[in-house]
C-alpha cells in the first residue's frame, strides 16, 4: 500500500464525525450482529432518532436482552427495541430470520453489520470457511434501505487467486488469515456495487450502499492470539474512532435516500474516489461480475429462487 494511501486513510481516521439529526419516526430498523461493538451503538442511535421499531439481529438471545437492556436504560425508550436470533454463519438462520421478517408491516433500514475475522480456519455451520461464511451471508431480506460495512484499505487484489475465487475460499489448504478478512470485505464490495445495477429503484424502491466505518473501538478482534490483540491495541489507541462515531458512519448512509443507492461512504459523505483504483479498474469490474455471478449462483444453491426475488425480476 502507497504512502498516499496511508496518508489519506490517517486523515479520515482524523476527520470529526458529523452529528446525525434526522427522524426514523414510523420507521423500523434491523441491525444485525448489534449486542456488540459497532451494532449495538448503531442500534442504540436509532432508537435515539426516534425509530419506532429497531430489531437487534443477534446469534445469542441472552447477549440480545442484555443488549436490549442497556438501549432502554441508555435512551429511556422502552418497547421499541426487539430480539430475534440470527446466526450468520447458518444459511437456516438466516432463512428463518428472513421468513419472519415477512411478518413485519415494513422494513426501511437493515444495517448488515455482523462480521468476524477469524485468524484460525474453522468451519460454519453449512461448510464454508467462517470469516467467508459470516462476511459473505448478507443478502437475504428486502428491506428499503440496506447499508453494508467495509473498510476501505481492503480493495487490493491481495489474497485473490486466479482461477476460482470462490472455490479457492474453501480449501483448507489455500487459508491466508491475513489476507481472509481482507477478501471477504473486497466481496461485499463488488457484490454491492453490482447489485446496485441490478437493482432498479424506481421499480424496486430498494436503495443499497456500503459504508466504511474506519477503524473504531470495538470487541473486533478478540478471537485473535495475544501478540495480533496487542498490535491491534496499540494503533487504536493511536488512531481508533470512539465507538458511537463509527456507528454514526454507518447510520448516516441510511439517511441519505435513493441519492446513495449503489455508493460507498467514507466519514458520512458518499466519495467514488475513496473506493480503490483497482476496483474501478477494468479487470475490478470484470472480477466483480464474475464474483457477483458466483455469490449469485451459491445463494440460489441455498435457496432456489432467491435472487429472482430479491431483483424483482
Ligand atoms: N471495529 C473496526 O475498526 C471496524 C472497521 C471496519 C469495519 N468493521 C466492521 O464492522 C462490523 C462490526 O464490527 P465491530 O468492530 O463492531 O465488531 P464486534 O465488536 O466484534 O461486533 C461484531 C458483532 O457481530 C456479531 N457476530 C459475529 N458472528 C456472528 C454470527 N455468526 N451471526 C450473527 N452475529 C455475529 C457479534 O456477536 P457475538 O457477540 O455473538 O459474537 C457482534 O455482535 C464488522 O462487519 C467489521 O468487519 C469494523
Not at 487504536?236 to 449503489?262: C, E, K, M, N, Y
Request: proline share 3%.
Amino acid at each position: 500500500m502507497s504512502l498516499a494511501y496511508h496518508r489519506h486513510w490517517l486523515a479520515s481516521q482524523r476527520t470529526p464525525v458529523p452529528e446525525i439529526r434526522h427522524s426514523f419516526a414510523g420507521q423500523t430498523v434491523i441491525v444485525t450482529g448489534s449486542n456488540a461493538g459497532l451494532g449495538f451503538a448503531s442500534a442504540k442511535h436509532y432508537v435515539t432518532l426516534g425509530a419506532s421499531k429497531v430489531i437487534l439481529a443477534v446469534r445469542s438471545i441472552d447477549r440480545g436482552n442484555a443488549a436490549k437492556a442497556r438501549i432502554e436504560d441508555a435512551t429511556g425508550r422502552a418497547g421499541v427495541v426487539e430480539v430475534w436470533t440470527l446466526d450468520m454463519s447458518s444459511y437456516a438462520s438466516i432463512k428463518d430470520f428472513a421468513e419472519k421478517a415477512k411478518t413485519l408491516d415494513r422494513v426501511d433500514v437493515l444495517l448488515e453489520n455482523a462480521g468476524v475475522m477469524s485468524f484460525d480456519w474453522n468451519l460454519a455451520v453449512d461448510g464454508s470457511e467462517t470469516t467467508m461464511a459470516v462476511n459473505e451471508a448478507q443478502h437475504h431480506t428486502r428491506p428499503n434501505h440496506c447499508v453494508l460495512r467495509s473498510p476501505s484499505f481492503y480493495q487490493s487484489r491481495r489474497g485473490i487467486k486466479s482461477g476460482d475465487v470462490l472455490a479457492s475460499l474453501d480449501e483448507e489448504k489455500k487459508f491466508n488469515a491475513f489476507s481472509r478478512y481482507s477478501v471477504t470485505k473486497l466481496l461485499e464490495l463488488f457484490y454491492v456495487r453490482e447489485l446496485a445495477k441490478d437493482l432498479d429503484i424506481n421499480t424496486q424502491g430498494v436503495v443499497v450502499n456500503i459504508a466504511n466505518p474506519g477503524m473504531c473501538y470495538s470487541d473486533f478482534g478478540r478471537d485473535m492470539g495475544f501478540v495480533a490483540r496487542s498490535f491491534l491495541a496499540t494503533v487504536r489507541w493511536f488512531i481508533a474512532r470512539a465507538t458511537p462515531d463509527g456507528a454514526r458512519t454507518l447510520v448516516w448512509p441510511s439517511t441519505a435516500g435513493v441519492a446513495g443507492h449503489g455508493k460507498y461512504s467514507l466519514d458520512c459523505e458518499f466519495s467514488e474516489r475513496a473506493v480503490s483504483r483497482f476496483v474501478r479498474s477494468e479487470d475490478g469490474a470484470k472480477l466483480q461480475k464474475t464474483l457477483y455471478d458466483g455469490i449469485n449462483t451459491r445463494l440460489e444453491k441455498a435457496r432456489p429462487g432467491i435472487v429472482k426475488a430479491a431483483l424483482g425480476a
